[in-house]
């Protein structure tokens, strides 16, 4: 197994990688609409914060060679899912068919104060 960073992501806020690669696999850690640069939660509703937060995936998927397009297996959390079609809006700007498996829940809380948070496998 094997760690992937880079600098184009925010860095991870506990004892875990941005995403790891084994066998072939990509598993990035979920991430949140943290601009990279400035440390900030960026402003808006949960489109952009779903669009910031895909931007960071898409950052660490191009870290380990990959993209949207590898994307096998998304995971979507947000707080509340009353934001679901607004979520899906902006998730569809980044996705093309075959559209990978998906999975969206929703949760009370989060590790920061964010409305959105996703996790994504894909396949070298």
Do not use: W
């Amino acid at each position: 197994m094997d760690s992937i960073t880079t600098d184009d992501a925010p860095e991870s806020i506990g004892p875990f990688s941005q995403a790891v690669r084994d066998d072939g696999t990509i598993y990035v850690s979920g991430q949140g609409p943290v601009d990279p640069d400035t440390g900030q939660i960026v402003d808006g509703g949960a489109g952009d914060q779903t669009r910031r937060t895909l931007d960071n995936v898409a950052a660490i998927l191009e870290a380990a060679d990959c993209d949207f397009g590898d994307v096998v297996k998304v995971t979507v959390y947000t707080r509340d899912m009353e934001a679901y079609d607004e979520i899906n809006d902006a998730y569809a700007e980044y996705v093309d068919p075959p559209y990978p498996a998906r999975c969206a829940v929703e949760v009370r809380d989060l590790p920061i104060d964010i409305d959105v948070e996703i996790e994504a496998i894909a396949h070298e």
